[in-house]
């Protein structure tokens, strides 16, 4: 079975810090993508990066990075020069091929990821 | 161009009501997808769409009806109610299978 793992509920940093989010995922699947999404307050899922499987460089967008370790199954994500905006649920994401021809998403649990000011 | 909306924002519904959420998107995305979010786990599939026309089953689908009858319209219909389906639901599309982009969210609770 495939499976998505945010180890961390709760997370906290100081503004302008660095913090790294966990997330390891399990599959036998080849070629995948993984995501990153973020929920702020207002709910609204919005996507931080996405990374291919079969790319080994890391995905960065501006102060969001990740660490994709496919040996290990593992996903974190960076976020340098943490901003107060970024006080938010963090998701991690999984799609991989289905039977039925479309792609199958799991998410995590969530890392509430609180910015201190 | 409004991206993916969803209506209503809020509903109260008594069990054993039915009522139907809709989700609309303007960006001609082929693929549709309807989640739950519930406290403590992320997102769960109910069903998803592949184009107008069609509809599969996702991951939790017991207890609801999907129809995607207008490419830009993907529509979630729940008979009976249960206040099992007290829930947030989110309304995705997108342009490729690996590619979504979400809707504000549907807080629907279940008396």
């Known amino acids: 079975a495939q499976t998505v793992t945010q180890s961390q509920p709760e997370m906290s940093v100081q503004e302008a810090e660095t913090v790294t989010l966990s997330c390891t995922y399990d599959?036998?699947?080849?070629?995948?993508?993984l995501f990153w999404y973020k929920q702020p307050p207002s709910r609204q899922m919005i996507l931080v990066i996405r990374?291919?499987?079969?790319?080994?460089q890391n995905a960065t967008e501006n102060r969001f990075s990740v660490n994709f370790q496919k040996a290990a199954k593992s996903f974190s994500l960076k976020i340098s020069d943490s901003q107060l905006g970024d006080t938010a649920m963090y998701f991690c994401?999984?799609?991989?091929?289905?039977?039925?021809?479309?792609?199958?998403?799991?998410f995590g649990t969530g890392t509430r990821l609180k910015v201190l000011a | 161009n409004a991206g993916v909306t969803q209506t209503p924002k809020f509903r109260v519904l008594k069990t054993g009501q039915s009522m139907t959420l809709l989700c609309a998107q303007d960006?001609?995305?082929?693929?549709m997808y309807w989640y739950r979010q519930d406290p403590g786990m992320g997102l769960r599939l109910i069903h998803y769409?592949?184009?107008?026309?069609?509809?599969a089953k996702g991951e939790v689908p017991d207890g609801y009806n999907v129809s995607r009858l207008k490419k830009q319209n993907f529509l979630l219909g729940l008979e009976s109610a249960a206040p099992s389906q007290t829930s947030v639901y989110f309304c995705?599309?997108?342009?490729?299978?690996?590619?979504?982009?979400f809707g504000p969210g549907t807080r629907l609770t279940v008396t």
């Open positions: 995705a599309s997108g342009p490729l299978v690996y590619e979504q982009y």
């Open positions: 599959t036998s699947e080849n070629n995948y993508y």
């Open positions: 990374q291919e499987a079969y790319k080994q």
């Open positions: 994401a999984f799609a991989a091929p289905s039977t039925s021809g479309t792609y199958k998403y799991i």
């Open positions: 960006m001609n995305h082929e693929y």
């Open positions: 769409s592949v184009g107008e026309g069609t509809t």
